[in-house]
């Protein structure tokens, strides 16, 4: 047991929760509660566990760390390797905190098929927590794809009227994006036979190679690209999002934009960055571009919204669109600061959508114009999503302003400033359409009777939202805690560029972004 | 040039003149036993092309193929037969236009 | 080289034990149907124990050429013949229960059931067009016959009339084509088509084209696939498991064993072409048409035909980790299909009546056992990774791209995204809707259990864990002859 | 132009003739008789190719059983005369005769063209009964085996389908 | 001992969390006893580390808690400053911030839940510590923490009454239009992160001095940036809107966060930032104009106002375009001392403004006051001096200020902007003293029952504005003009150290030496221009009951309507950016997102159905179409394989 933990921690974690889903099968259906209860159990668990990889990580190095590596199909040079660095270890950590926040919260909540909502969600977080340690594209490929089946479940059972497209869309575009990515997998696996002789789909092993003309290598780039782009999602590929979003049953919503989304972008950083550097240096000026224009687009149709789940489903496409800047300027400040956007992103969206939950489960309306002036109603539900309010938007003490801030720096010092001036105009974009919705719900005048008897936020309730109110403030103060481990992987990642861009020949130069030194 | 000067182009010539007609008859005829009758004769068409050229070889092989062949074609028509027959019972026809009961 | 008389030696018995047992078990189980009605309820239980006995024949069997080079026992055919043995197993189980709630088990049933699989076995050992041309045979009729197993049903009986004449018009294709075969090489043997001066030979190629729609037909590739779907909606579910598995995977064997045989020195173009032609039609057909099914059954044989295209790319790649690939793709068929319409007989209450999607409404909570199963495996045809049907597709694309036909792998995938359609169609029904009516579905019998269990045991463990069977595919693959 | 020729084309001719009335005549007893003429014809084809004993079997098995199976049948069911009117869509009736012609067209050709065979045996050549049976029996012995199978499948299967329902 | 420096707001902090925390259950004596007794404590603590540098001998102190985020090349700390500057400001935020919750504690405490009691309370000592936080802040970045805090606060205070419509939309306005410079301050301070490599304010200004010529036009740039922060946040045209819309608050609050500290904000930083600026000529020339327009803008619109919290409003507006006006001629001094002693006046003004409104039970029209005097003595005592200060009139702190100013901009050789200002200072004592004579002179104009129910506000409210008032009188003789001496002018002294002197080729320091005989001269004007505002003021409307204005509105209306309805500014912003903004989000969201993304998705996929929908009638059931389908693919494939042959 001891040694399991010590050097197999990763897997454990990884096939813990499919194990208690395993077990959940044992459990009669009728036994709701019971099944509930153990599900939250053993993603309490999960955490518990996760929590040493916190402590343990070697904050000096920026290679993986917990690597573990056996055989998968050896004649393919296909294996089970796993580790982590500083990026993956706080997507993971943010996986195993959302996941018991979610069934916390769905614990007074999920009435239909229980045990069926509880298996989905522990398989959700194998195939998540699978995504982001594995280091073999083929063991990625599988745990990218495996994520998908309980989602549509979780959307398409438990979710809200038109759940059935919502969950359909959500699987469509999500394959629709991978497939290529699958097929470039296999070439890139190919190629490193035919170049070295030998089978592998091992990240470390493709990352060396070298493409004969940029033509393929732009290909295959793209095919990466897509599938990630989607799953960010970049602006024109977005729709999904909000239908999904906003059917999906308060807990997946949650999960959806706490994690899922950032796979996208971590996806991008861990495969196709390194694998791909001319390409990803040369379309990284359209990253940014669409960055931009989500970050704009996103935070004015958000505002459009009349239905709470779905404006802030459009301001995680503003949101991402800033992550999505940060990646494309490159430099380590804004890279750093992308990925602890992600975090915060998943922290305050996950608020938010568990707080937006909270006001459906009791009046059954996701329609702002049906809320006002409940503020006085339900002032502990109004301080949170205060909170969460605040933090979305970027103000200082809280996560958001770090993750904002770095970002912009970071993109301001990059060759590409005008994007750090189009994208701060979200602080004011931001700032409009979160306000506007707490003043139509929470304040106003109380135009509805039925809203008087609103009834406050349930204790399992309050302890979701308040864990996750602490890291905001938590992140907000010591934010050096999340970046110390941050750095060295992204500077890992950066530099993996630009040596293999040294080491290309054929390629075409394309000068990495300079950090601006006064 | 084969046994007593008949060329193999004429057999093959009436082989395939024959497996074509069966095809013809198949794509043609309505009812469903006119069809089996062509398939019958394009099987023919097939033996008289096999014992062209074992005829050409000299290879006794082609006889031999020829005889499993006739064998399995009384087999086939004796499921056939049956097959309609089961058939005719429900529809009181074997014309397959109006057997389409199973489509789209 | 002319043997002697009658010439039938230990080696040959050892050969030809599995085929022996299965033609003997057939007898027995109708003389034991006719005369002692009492055992009828053993029939199945004696069935399975002939298909068990049969495959250990094959194991046990020297692998070797016999009858005279016309036989062969290597572990190609250890592999497929293992393929077709499961696939029959599962047929089995699952017609027991089906034929015991039909008020129809009649051991004709399993003895058809067992000589069809002999045929299927003659198709892939035979080393011998003559051979494989009775094996057809063989599998044919009994399978006309079984398609028109419900005389009381004429769905069934046009079921087995349009089988029965399509059938017989493609095998007179396949026989024009061994005809004209045998005229170029003077001979029936396989081994005797890799002459160098055949592969370029015209006819010789027309030939081919014979053979190849010949078994295209059998595996029911666009465009020769009209059949399947009213077969296979006429035809009773269990047979269908059958048949829409294993002689699918026969004809593709016979199909690579011949070609293989001639194109010593690679695949001309243009035969290529063709045969890529025919995958991307055949997907795209089978894909785009399985959207607008209402009835599961043909849905499941729309699917069959874009499968069949699927495996076609593999046929088009033509090499030894294509056929490697194949081999895999087919196990993978086979749980997953096979599954799929077990789950559909233990699902449909009414046999006698059309299977429409719609009736499968909120089954998901009614029976949970098989309508996961079906969900799996749907998931597993649609591709999704850690299911059999992945893993199956991984092979073949990657011996796709390995050749270089991209064209094909990206227009293999698009269509596999638009599999996912109806694939998550059905599942949305099971899962999603609330159900219809208030009649309970038949409680569920063991055999019912075990084969939806292996079914979805296979599924998973093939695509958690396929080195094993991948390792094996490549040994089998190896066995045959192919230009290095 | 040897004799054996002139006979061969002629009974070829024959056997044509009669294929083309079994399938435009409309009556299918009378298609049948026509098949059964052309069988007769094909069987003298086969002697004059020297397989005498093919030749016996295509008489007596096909004419003689098969095609008398089928008359009776046919009378079993007395089969109508098909309607001159609506044969089958026009469409399918264009169709199938463009590909029917162009399909013959091809085939002709490469027979033409490539059907000869590479090495012409010399010599004169006569097809023994005894040895068509030793080979049979001996190289082919595992199809004949197969075919009793694949016989008695049909035998049971005919049986299944054609008895009258006695359960259900 | 001397106390660290965070601690000082680190005690708000303290009273916002307990406030927040406990304070519902505890009740309002609790509230009442944190809330005030925590920014007691701030400020005992705040004066005990200021003493040092009223006694002169203290330099600057900065001092490092703990570094905040450090990531590549960029790292800034939580580290704290105390220079002459902070010192200025702590001194009297503190000081003033805790008279003004002592007056909360009386103005607030009866008509409140004691949730709403303990909210605002809360909000009250974040606001604190916010602003001590900007204040006292060391770097950009900490700045910029309590930049946003204080505007943070500022929404939740001025939405304080959030189930009445207006504040709610008030509250958003203030934090929208303040993001808005935010915006521009941020874009600064990368700007400056670009430029110097840092955000800490001695590294930054000590590069900018030693190398003036060094940064040019990029330096203007930045200081543009910056100031479009200020502007923000202290209500400079053209983003003053959200000020008076903020009286929507408790009157406290208008008090605090709208007259006194917050709105000073932009002035500090701007004086933080003086260095910069001074080698920026262009952009202070900018920070000028914008503030002397400003100044007479919001005192024109003054004038025409009846409510008497918006009136001081939009003078507080005008004075801080004043104190920008002293900033953009270089007389920084002048402007922080404004700041200081508008702090203790407009203070005192605003809560006498609530003691009015409370004792008339909420009324704030001053048509229907008058004649309060002899009702409310010391609210009109206070009154009636923090008015006189404001008006400029000696020897009240205002006049010293406002005299230091226009003397900075006349030596700054701006006759322009010296004569707006001017004009600024007779219109500001004629608008204040309208509001004087209206509310305590004359008739009372309200109904009876509010006549029965006046009467003078408790002791916490009332000994606030008293000591307001007394500082009001003498504040202003920590700055006494040069006439009285070299040594006269103390503040300027003080401020000294963190106004360097900056050379820089082209333009020389605005020196402010000039002649005694002008000075004088100066004062002279200034002081009549301001007696004649006020005299004629009390003769319009004490005397003669505004009917001569009234009369004059009546004669040019068209003027009248458009300066009382603040020149429409509201309805223009409207109609320019709400409008289009809103219907452009309209228009993103239902045609490009539904109608052309997901159209032409959907019809992808329909085309698809489609076609599957079509192409299954192809199966016709009839097995000769199948013979047919057959043959046609085996001719297909012969096409294909024999194509050329």
Known sequence: MRDLLGSH???????????????????????AREAKGFALAASVLELALSLPLWSRFDLASGTFQFVERADWIPSLGISYTVGIDGISLLLLLLTTLLTPVSLLYSLTHVEKSVRAFSIAFLVLETGVVGTLVALDLALFYVFWEVMLVPMYFIIGIWGGGRRIYAAMKFFLFTMAGSLLMFLAILYLAIRHRAVTGGWSF?????????????????????????????????????????????????????????????????????????????????????????????????????????????????????HLGLVVIGIGAFTSVAMTGSVLQMINHGLSTGALFLLVGVLYERSHTRDIADYGGIAGVVPVTTALFLVATFSSIGLPGLNGFVGEFLILLGTWTSPHRWWAVAAATGVILSAIYMLSLVQRVFWNPLTREENRRLPEIRPSELVAAMALVALMVWIGVRPNDFLDRLRPSIEEVRRSVATRKAAETRSVAVPLPSEARP | MIVGGIPLGDVLLASGALFVIGIAGALLRRNAISIFLSVELMMNAANLAVLGYAAALHNLEGQVVVFFVIAIAAAEAAVGLAIFVALFRHTETIDVNRINLLKW | MTPSFLSFGPDELAACGPEIVLAAAGCLVVLLDAFAPSSRRWLATLSLAAIAVSAWFLLAAPSGVTFSGRYETSTLTVAVGLFAAATAAIAVLVAKPYLQRTGQERGEFYALLLWGHLGVSLMMRGIDLLVVFIGLETLSLSFYVLAAFFRGIQASSEAGLKYFLTGAFASAFTLYGIALLFGKAGSVRIAALSRPDLAGDPLVALALLFLLVGFGFKMSLAPFHAWAPDVYQGMPTPAVAYLSVAPKGASVIVLYRVLSAVFQTGMPDRFGTALAALAILSMSLGNVVALAQRDIKRLLAYSGIAHMGYVTIALAVFGREALAAVIVYFFAYLVSNAGAFAAVAALYRDETKPHPVGLLAGEGRRTPFPSSVLALCLFSLAGIPATAGFIGKFFVFKAAIEKGLYALAIIGVINSLVSIGYYLKVVYVLYMREPVGEERPPSLSPADRLALGICAAGILALGVFPSGLWDLARRAAASLPFAP | MTAARLAFDAAAGVAIIFACVMVVHRNPVKSVLALVVSFFALAVTYVLLSAPLIAAVQVIVYAGAILVLFLFVLMLLNVPEEARRGSGHPIQNFLASVAIVVFAAALLAVFRAYGGIASQPAGDWKADVADVARLVFSEHLLSFEALSVLLLAALVGAFTLARRESRS | MTIALWIIP???????????????????????????????????????????????????????????????????????????????????????????????????????????????????????????????????????????????????????????????????????????????????????????????????????????????????????????????????????????????????????IHAATMVTAGVYMVTRCNVLFRLAPDAMFVVAVVGGITAIFAAVIAVAQTDIKRVLAYSTVSQLGYMFLACGVGAYVAGMFHVLTHAFFKACLFLGSGAVIHALGGEQDVRRMGGLARRLPTTYRTFLIATLALSGIPPLAGFFSKDAILTGVFAAHRPVLFAIGLFTAGLTAFYMFRVVSLTFYGEFRGTPEQAGHVHEAPPTMTVPLVVLAFLSTVGGFVGLPEVFGERANRIAAFLAPVLPPVFFPGREEAGHHLPVSTEWLLIGVSVAVALIGLLLAWKWYAKEGGRPAAALAARFPALYALVSNKFRIDELYDLLFVRPFVSLARVLWKVVDVLIIDGVLNAGAFIVELVGDTLRFLQTGNVRNYALTFLLGIVALVLIVFGGM
């Open chain 1, 202 to 318: 091992l990240l470390s092993d493709l990352a060396r190679l070298t493409y004969p003309t940029m033509a393929i290598q732009t290909v295959l780039f793209l095919a990466f690209a897509l599938a990630f782009a989607i799953k960010v999602p970049v602006f024109p590929l977005h729709t999904w999002l909000p239908d999904a979003h906003t059917e999906a049953p308060t807990a997946g919503s949650i999960i959806l934009a706490g994690i899922l989304l950032k796979l996208g972008v971590y996806g991008y950083l861990r495969f196709a960055l390194p694998l791909f550097p001319d390409s990803a240096m040369r379309y990284a000026p359209w990253l940014g571009v669409l960055g931009v224009i989500g970050v704009i687009y996103g935070a004015f149709v958000a505002y459009a919204q009349k239905d709470m789940k779905r404006l802030v489903a459009y301001s995680s496409v503003s």
């Open chain 5, 10 to 256: 680190a005690l708000a902090l303290v009273g916002f969390l307990l406030c927040l925390l406990l304070g519902r259950r505890l009740g309002k004596s609790f509230v009442s006893a944190v809330g005030v007794g925590s920014v007691g404590l701030a400020t005992v603590a705040a004066w005990m580390r200021l003493i040092p540098f009223f006694r002169g001998d203290a330099g600057v102190a900065v001092e490092k808690l703990a570094p905040w985020i450090s990531v590549g090349n960029f790292s800034v700390d939580l580290s704290f400053r105390l220079d002459p500057l902070s010192a200025l400001m702590i001194s009297f935020v503190t000081f003033v911030g805790f008279l003004i919750h002592l007056y909360s504690i009386g103005y607030m405490k009866h008509d409140e839940t004691d949730a709403g009691y303990a909210r605002f309370f809360a909000y009250m000592n974040l606001f604190m510590f916010s602003m001590l936080t900007l204040v006292l802040a060391n770097n950009f970045v900490l700045m910029f923490v309590g930049w946003e805090g204080v505007g943070l606060c500022s929404y939740l205070l001025i939405g304080y009454y959030y189930e009445k419509d207006f504040a709610a939309a008030a509250g958003k306005k203030a934090f929208v239009v303040n993001r808005i410079g935010d915006f521009g301050f941020l874009l600064g301070m990368f700007g400056i992160f670009s430029l110097f490599g840092t955000f800490d304010f001695d590294r930054v200004f000590s590069t900018a001095a030693a190398d003036p010529a060094r940064f040019g036009r990029a330096l203007t740039a930045v200081c543009l940036l910056l100031f479009v922060g200020a502007t923000g946040k202290s209500a400079q045209v053209p983003l003053h809107v959200w000020l008076p819309d903020a009286m929507a608050g408790p009157t406290p609050v208008s008090a605090l």
């Open chain 1, 9 to 31: 921690l990763l897997t454990v974690l990884v096939f813990l929760p499919t194990a208690a889903a395993a077990l959940l099968l044992l459990f009669p259906e009728r036994r």
